[in-house]
Antibody, heavy 120, light 108 residues
Framework: QEQLLESGPGLVKPSETLSLTCTVS????????WSWIRQPPGKGLEWVGY???????HYNPSLKSRVTISLDTSKNQFSLNLNSVTAADTAVYYC??????????????WGQGKMVTVSS | EVVLTQSPGRLSLSPGEKATLSCRAS???????LAWYQQKPGQAPRLLIY???SRATGIPDRFSGSGSGTDFTLTISRLEPEDFAVYYC?????????FGQGTKLEIK
């Protein structure tokens, strides 16, 4: 059964870089658009960006200047870097996989989420 | 960006009743690429409906989706105790993907 698992520091200092990794198990990382989505405490969901297995990326314009998503196919992982963080970046960060390959689509598989707090 | 507005923000109903949740888009949703998710406290969202009206794998048939263009509806025909949660709509037809602010379905 396919699973996604987020990992990384749960606490990041203001102005530093938030780094998370999503490990995909039970299937190959190929042919899908892999996304990061975040949810501030008590609030709604925000799509952060995606990476295709070819390395093509696309980011939410609201975060574009600070976000980088990368892929390591040898480890079946993809990663999120968000630089110059502030308290507004405090959120649960989810990685997610769409229903069908080679297309941006509804998210069928989600990781359990990683809470990241930005605080000194 | 397509802005999704969900209503009501909070809905209080009893088990056995019918729930009707609305999602309105600021512009037409391409190809009815509209999904609904259920989220319970401390859990990741769970996909219920995609393509505006298709149920995801394993979703009970009391959940149904309808609509097109800018107006979409999630209907739960007879509420079960486990259905009380927060529901989000999402459009994935135009970039960036966007989500509604959510409807909290609570027990009356």
């Amino acid at each position: 059964q396919e699973q996604l698992l987020e990992s990384g520091p749960g606490l990041v200092k203001p102005s530093e870089t938030l780094s998370l990794t999503c490990t995909v198990s039970g299937d190959s990382i190929g042919r899908y658009f892999w996304s990061w989505i975040r949810q501030p405490p008590g609030k709604g969901l925000e799509w952060v960006g995606y990476i295709y297995y070819s390395g093509r990326t696309h980011y939410n314009p609201s975060l574009k200047s600070r976000v980088t998503i990368s892929l390591d196919t040898s480890k079946n992982q993809f990663s999120l870097n968000l630089n110059s963080v502030t308290a507004a970046d405090t959120a649960v960060y989810y990685c997610a996989k769409p229903m069908i390959p080679s297309a941006t689509y509804a998210f069928e598989i989600w990781g359990q989420g990683k809470m990241v707090t930005v605080s000194s | 960006e397509v802005v999704l507005t969900q209503s009501p923000g909070r809905l209080s109903l009893s088990p056995g009743e019918k729930a009707t949740l609305s999602c309105r888009a600021s512009q037409g949703v391409t190809s009815s690429y509209l999904a609904w998710y259920q989220q319970k406290p401390g859990q990741a969202p769970r996909l219920l409906i995609y393509g505006a009206s298709s149920r995801a794998t394993g979703i009970p048939d009391r959940f149904s989706g309808s609509g097109s263009g800018t107006d979409f509806t999630l209907t739960i025909s007879r509420l079960e105790p486990e259905d009380f949660a927060v529901y989000y709509c999402q459009q994935y037809g135009s970039s960036p993907d966007s989500f509604g602010q959510g409807t909290k379905l609570e027990i009356k």
